[in-house]
């Protein structure tokens, strides 16, 4: 039976009040839209209030909404670099690309110009998608992470991880054998490294019988981890791909499915979930290309949970306040060192998507960075190991997420 899971009524947390802002915090982003929208009928010229409100729109990709206020939010408060980051991330996301630059030239942050400098340089529309209604890639492996086939401008298919908490993104030698020009860069500082990431666009992307055209796409000397024939992957494909999809990671059967977001494909999506009981959860994109839900651990929840597959040989991952709400033990005699931070063994009795359950999964806590990244909280982020026996579907034209039992 396919249950739906509504964002509200389900969600067990203690209120935190009529503020909009500890609403928006604790996830709860109808309450904080009403609250907004009550403050916005006293003061019309309240910038914080229409930002808001637009980037509870975004989240559920309601993009003429997102956009109507951020744009007002914008117009009221010209120096909110965040406002104008959601509001180009809103055309992005619609590959509306020229109305974006401008926007993240204005922030003042030099990735955002490098970007802005990316898209000024496409030519035509972005991510023209060619070929059959579906496409069924599958995994060359499951582990690491699940990896699939495929091509850089018309080249031999490579492999490439699937990794939902990241972007669209190749090695360095791959863009070099592709003849890929970098128009801009950027320097970032992950886990305490340097990370210069080049900025170009790919000819085409082809995946089994759907190609891509005229691809925005990064590069960079990032590790990454070894596939099992002993090889480095050629990159990771992550939600900013996934998202011009109804996208099934099958992990139980073993394949990618890539469907275009029609009327057709979502109802042939909702039936096949159906079939194989699956729940039906809200999609919500946060920060850009990190997928969230509800989900629970132990009787902590449902809250809001990000669904970043890329957690290698772990189910769940939370902050330690977190764990101690949920009552999970946490093993301080074994710390561990992930990505250059510390982190400390879990192992919770149960967490859950919906009525998909795993028990005794492994996983750590650390300081992880959502609440900053987001701007709310999570419970945790539900990862690998979680869901290798199942298949989970982002419907990113119904923005409903999928998770079989």
Same mark, same amino acid.
């Given at each position: 039976?396919?249950?739906?899971?509504?964002?509200?009524?389900?969600?067990?947390?203690?209120?935190?009040?009529?503020?909009?802002?500890?609403?928006?915090?604790?996830?709860?982003?109808?309450?904080?839209?009403?609250?907004?929208?009550?403050?916005?009928?006293?003061?019309?010229?309240?910038?914080?209030?229409?930002?808001?409100?637009?980037?509870?729109?975004?989240?559920?990709?309601?993009?003429?909404?997102?956009?109507?206020?951020?744009?007002?939010?914008?117009?009221?408060?010209?120096?909110?670099?965040?406002?104008?980051?959601?509001?180009?991330?809103?055309?992005?996301?619609?590959?509306?690309?020229?109305?974006?630059?401008?926007?993240?030239?204005?922030?003042?942050?030099?990735?955002?110009?490098?970007?802005?400098?990316?898209?000024?340089?496409?030519?035509?529309?972005?991510?023209?998608?060619?070929?059959?209604?579906?496409?069924?890639?599958?995994?060359?492996?499951? #582990?690491?992470? +699940? @990896?699939?086939?495929? *091509? &850089? =401008?018309?080249?031999? /298919?490579?492999?490439?991880?699937? !990794? $939902? %908490?990241?972007?669209?993104?190749?090695?360095?030698?791959?863009?070099?054998?592709?003849?890929?020009?970098?128009?801009?860069?950027?320097?970032?500082?992950?886990?305490?490294?340097?990370?210069?990431?080049?900025?170009?666009?790919?000819?085409?992307?082809?995946?089994?019988?759907?190609?891509?055209?005229?691809?925005?796409?990064?590069?960079?000397?990032?590790?990454?981890?070894?596939?099992?024939?002993?090889?480095?992957?050629?990159?990771?494909?992550?939600?900013?791909?996934?998202?011009?999809?109804?996208?099934?990671?099958?992990?139980?059967?073993?394949?990618?499915?890539?469907?275009?977001?029609?009327?057709?494909?979502?109802?042939?999506?909702?039936?096949?979930?159906?079939?194989?009981?699956?729940?039906?959860?809200?999609?919500?994109?946060?920060? #850009?290309?990190? +997928? @969230?839900?509800?989900? *629970? &651990? =132990?009787?902590?929840? /449902?809250?809001?949970?990000?669904? !970043? $597959? %890329?957690?290698?040989?772990?189910?769940?991952?939370?902050?330690?306040?977190?764990?101690?709400?949920?009552?999970?033990?946490?093993?301080?005699?074994?710390?561990?060192?992930?990505?250059?931070?510390?982190?400390?063994?879990?192992?919770?009795?149960?967490?859950?998507?919906?009525?998909?359950?795993?028990?005794?999964?492994?996983?750590?806590?650390?300081?992880?960075?959502?609440?900053?990244?987001?701007?709310?909280?999570?419970?945790?982020?539900?990862?690998?190991?979680?869901?290798?026996?199942?298949?989970?579907?982002?419907?990113?034209?119904?923005?409903?997420?999928?998770?079989?039992?």
């Amino acid at each position: 039976m396919l249950a739906l899971l509504p964002n509200e009524s389900a969600m067990a947390v203690s209120s935190p009040g009529g503020d909009p802002d500890q609403l928006f915090k604790a996830g709860r982003f109808a309450k904080a839209d009403q609250a907004y929208a009550r403050l916005l009928r006293q003061n019309p010229a309240d910038a914080h209030s229409l930002a808001q409100r637009g980037r509870i729109a975004l989240l559920s990709n309601r993009f003429e909404q997102a956009e109507r206020f951020l744009t007002e939010a914008v117009r009221l408060a010209p120096g909110d670099a965040f406002a104008k980051q959601q509001l180009a991330d809103c055309h992005i996301r619609q590959d509306d690309l020229p109305p974006a630059v401008p926007l993240l030239r204005a922030t003042g942050k030099q990735t955002d110009a490098a970007f802005a400098d990316q898209y000024a340089s496409v030519t035509g529309a972005p991510y023209r998608l060619q070929g059959a209604q579906e496409a069924r890639l599958p995994f060359v492996s499951v #582990d690491p992470l +699940p @990896c699939v086939r495929a *091509s &850089v =401008n018309g080249a031999e /298919p490579q492999t490439f991880l699937i !990794d $939902t %908490g990241a972007t669209l993104a190749l090695s360095t030698a791959t863009a070099e054998q592709a003849g890929l020009r970098a128009v801009s860069t950027s320097v970032t500082h992950p886990a305490g490294q340097t990370l210069t990431t080049y900025h170009g666009v790919m000819r085409s992307f082809g995946l089994d019988d759907i190609t891509l055209g005229t691809v925005p796409v990064v590069w960079y000397n990032l590790r990454m981890p070894t596939l099992p024939d002993g090889t480095q992957p050629a990159g990771v494909i992550g939600t900013t791909l996934l998202y011009h999809f109804i996208a099934t990671m099958d992990y139980a059967r073993q394949e990618l499915v890539l469907r275009r977001k029609t009327a057709a494909q979502a109802r042939r999506v909702r039936a096949e979930a159906a079939r194989r009981g699956a729940d039906r959860l809200p999609l919500w994109v946060a920060a #850009d290309h990190v +997928p @969230c839900t509800l989900g *629970s &651990v =132990n009787d902590y929840g /449902p809250r809001v949970a990000s669904v !970043d $597959t %890329g957690g290698m040989g772990l189910g769940i991952m939370m902050t330690e306040e977190n764990a101690e709400r949920a009552g999970v033990e946490i093993d301080y005699d074994n710390p561990q060192n992930p990505g250059g931070m510390p982190a400390y063994p879990i192992t919770p009795a149960r967490i859950n998507l919906g009525r998909a359950v795993g028990r005794n999964v492994p996983g750590v806590v650390g300081p992880w960075p959502w609440l900053d990244l987001f701007g709310f909280d999570t419970v945790g982020n539900f990862t690998h190991e979680f869901l290798r026996s199942r298949a989970i579907t982002f419907d990113y034209a119904g923005m409903n997420l999928y998770v079989t039992v």
